[in-house]
């Protein structure tokens, strides 16, 4: 009796065990390409679900926003605040302002539009500030009529402006009486109209 | 040679081979159409022989050397030996081991047998002994003697018996008789059970007087007689069983009546897996080859299964992936539909909400923080100088401007302006951080006679009620009726105060107020 292996007597189970795990590895293989095709289709039809969703939160909170702000910037846009500036009303605005006053004198001189910076003003990318300068001199029986002009403007008319400079000068010298028909002072002030536009890019 | 197939408790086959050549032919044969299940070969010999030894307690080489040494001695010209332990036994300090040793002494018998089985490649799990296998068996008849005698018959022509010590087994014998057909059969089975009475005694293993337990198996045939002799017999504790009856105590399903216990035996040695007695390395080959192939076959088997199971694994959550696809794209295709009903509701097509948003957060912060008038400043400066009658402005200048020593507006950038320049000057509106309200007042003194130390006095004391009030940052007189600094020239008419003529004199004044804008809305 021989003690050596019979590799005869082990055929069937070698092979059925090699057809075994080559059956195995292909079970394996293409069970984990299925799973991995329809993992790689779950993973982007996920990312387009969140996708949507974002899309669709970005919509409610557009919403939201559009609701809260609508009304100010119709108002805004309405005034011409908002868009281009709006010169011939600024001097229909100065006409009625004086048709009250009734100042001997109310010269105005507006500059090209510049921008409109200030220390510490940080506004969006897209947003424009514009300002177009105003060099106004009115001469006035107080200096008080100096800021009823102003106020008169800010009453009617829904615009920013700004004053950057202004000089009162007293006119004659030595007369301590004020006269109360003609001017006493002279004032020259730097106003700036303020406009604010937005680039839709 | 007796096959017998066994199912669980049922007897499938049980086939006769003569030890002659045709019978090995048919063994030849009947081996090979079992296509290689594995076999038991269960021996009941004449010539096998049983020797209970002690040695002392020993393991490892030392045990191994003992044991073979005693091998030689008993069993010299047998390769076919078995050393089973039985009892470790403790004299004062020093242990020792009892074991049975046995052997076959004519392993000639076992050769064509073997042979055979080599040829048909048939796996020989084990060459058991067939009283050690009935060491089981001994336990199912509940003896109260320490000693019991087992006597069975599997062939007609030998009796055998075994005999156990404390349920351990001693010794076993293989007697022929020859009254089995004829002749008085109980007669010489009751001698041979008292001539291994006298060898028990004779050998110190039981004492006379001890009483023996004698479980005896036999057809129905001998049972009346065998059970009438055996009663008149006060010396032995007998127990008579048909074999018949007791293979149904056993619940073995047979199809004929047996005239002998072969049959319990060999389905003893298949119930359990009994250690292997006397097969050597090489008839066991098979076995191992039959191990292997087994081992192979579960191994490929569970590698089937687990393949399988991963493979359901991974389709069920590929199932589970597409029904989650499945419904995520359905409530995409909501979201897409509300996406659309909403968008409706959004009128202002020509700018983004966001930028609304932006845009009039931006017209609300320049109104909070950056219009400005000259209202205030003016009216807090006049405030301070009506407190001085004699004091008159002639001129008030109101600047707003990034520094505090302005004398102008900041400029701004034209919006048709060139690059470079606008971002020049856009740059120095960025790092300017402060806004100033800066105010230049000249005026006069009223009524002034030419007493410059009264004027510059009332100057000094308007300078000091303007900083003590801490509403300005820089208060500075820039202009005085006399400048009388030592670094200034100074000239001037002193002939009109002679001729006390007073109307020429003047004591202009001139100064600087600063205030820095608190911006609120960065």
């Known amino acids: ?201 | 040679m007796v096959a017998q197939e066994w199912d669980g408790r049922k007897l499938n086959s049980s086939v006769y081979f003569e030890p002659d050549e045709q019978g090995l032919d048919l063994f030849n044969a009947y081996l090979s159409s079992l296509k290689h299940a594995p076999v038991r070969l269960l021996l009941d010999l004449i010539e096998e022989e049983f020797r209970q030894i002690v040695i002392p307690f020993l393991r490892g080489p030392d045990r191994t050397g003992i044991i073979d040494r005693n091998f030689a001695k008993f069993f010299r010209n047998s390769s076919y030996r078995y050393a089973l332990s039985q009892a470790v036994l403790k004299k004062g300090r020093r242990k020792e081991e009892k074991l049975l040793l046995m052997g076959l002494t004519n392993q000639e018998l076992l050769k064509p047998w073997l042979n055979i089985l080599d040829e048909t490649k048939t796996p020989l799990s084990g060459i058991l002994s067939l009283p050690l296998v009935s060491e089981d068996l001994v336990a199912d008849f509940k003896s109260e003697n320490n000693c019991v005698i087992l006597v069975s018959q599997q062939v007609p022509s030998n009796l055998r018996q075994s005999v156990f010590l404390n349920g351990k087994p001693i010794l076993s014998r293989l007697v022929p008789i020859a009254s089995f057909y004829q002749g008085n059969y109980a007669s010489d089975v009751i001698r041979d059970i008292e001539g291994t009475q006298r060898y028990l005694v004779s050998q110190r293993i039981i004492d006379r007087n001890d009483t023996i337990s004698v479980q005896i198996l036999c057809n129905e045939r001998h049972l009346e007689s065998l059970k009438t002799k055996t009663d008149e017999d006060p010396v032995f504790d007998y127990n008579v069983q048909d074999v018949n009856d007791f293979i149904k105590i056993e619940k073995l399903e047979l199809n004929d009546e047996q005239d002998f216990s072969s049959v319990l035996f060999c389905h003893q040695a298949t119930k359990k897996p009994y250690a292997n007695h006397y097969a050597r390395h090489q008839e066991r080959k098979y076995f191992y080859h039959h191990l292997v192939s087994m081992g192979t076959k579960v191994t490929s088997v569970a590698l089937l299964a687990i393949s399988v199971g991963l493979l359901a694994v991974f389709i069920g959550k590929g199932f589970l992936y597409e029904s989650s696809v499945n419904e995520m794209k359905q409530l995409e295709q909501k979201y897409k539909l509300k996406f659309t009903q909403l968008n409706e509701l959004k009128i202002d097509e020509d700018i983004s909400t966001s930028n609304m948003k932006n845009v009039v957060q931006t017209v609300e912060k320049l109104k909070q923080s950056y219009l400005f008038s000259p209202q205030q400043m003016m009216a807090m400066v006049s405030q301070d100088i009506a407190l001085f009658n004699e004091m008159r402005v002639n001129s008030l200048e109101w600047v707003l401007a990034s520094s505090a020593n302005a004398t102008s507006a900041d400029s701004q950038v034209e919006k048709n302006m060139d690059t470079r320049s606008r971002r020049n000057r856009r740059s120095n509106s960025v790092i300017a951080k402060k806004l100033f309200e800066i105010v230049n007042i000249k005026g006069e003194l009223l009524n002034f006679d030419g007493d410059y130390r009264y004027a510059l006095s009332l100057i000094n004391d308007f300078e000091d009620t303007m900083k003590v009030s801490n509403k300005y940052d820089v208060v500075q007189i820039t202009e005085r009726p006399l400048n009388i600094d030592s670094n200034e020239r100074l000239s001037g008419d002193v002939s009109n105060k002679v001729n006390n003529k007073t109307d020429n004199k003047n004591a202009d004044f001139s100064f600087r107020v600063v205030r820095e804008v608190k911006l609120s809305g960065k």
């Open chain 1, 1 to 201: 009796m021989e003690n050596k292996i019979d590799i005869q007597f082990l055929k069937r189970p070698l092979i059925f065990f090699a057809i075994s795990l080559v059956l195995s590895l292909v079970f394996i293989v293409l069970g984990w390409q299925f799973q991995n095709s329809k993992n790689a289709e779950y993973i982007q039809a996920k990312s387009s679900l969140s996708s949507s969703h974002r899309v669709y939160k970005q919509l409610v909170e557009d919403l939201d926003l559009l609701d809260q702000y609508k009304k100010a910037y119709k108002e805004y846009k309405k005034t011409g605040l908002i868009g281009p500036e709006r010169r011939l009303s600024w001097i229909e605005t100065l006409e009625a302002v004086n048709d009250v006053l009734k100042l001997p004198r109310l010269t105005y001189a507006l500059q090209p539009q510049q921008e409109f910076s200030r220390p510490g003003l940080k506004v969006e990318r897209n947003i424009v500030i514009g300002s177009t300068p105003m060099d106004l001199t009115i001469d006035l029986l107080h200096e008080e009529d100096l800021f009823a002009v102003f106020e008169g403007i800010a009453g009617n008319i829904n615009n920013l402006f700004s004053i950057d400079s202004c000089r009162i000068t007293r006119m004659g010298k030595g007369d301590s009486v004020l006269s109360t028909k003609s001017a006493n002072l002279t004032s020259k002030c730097l106003m700036r109209w303020i406009t604010v536009d937005v680039q839709n890019k």
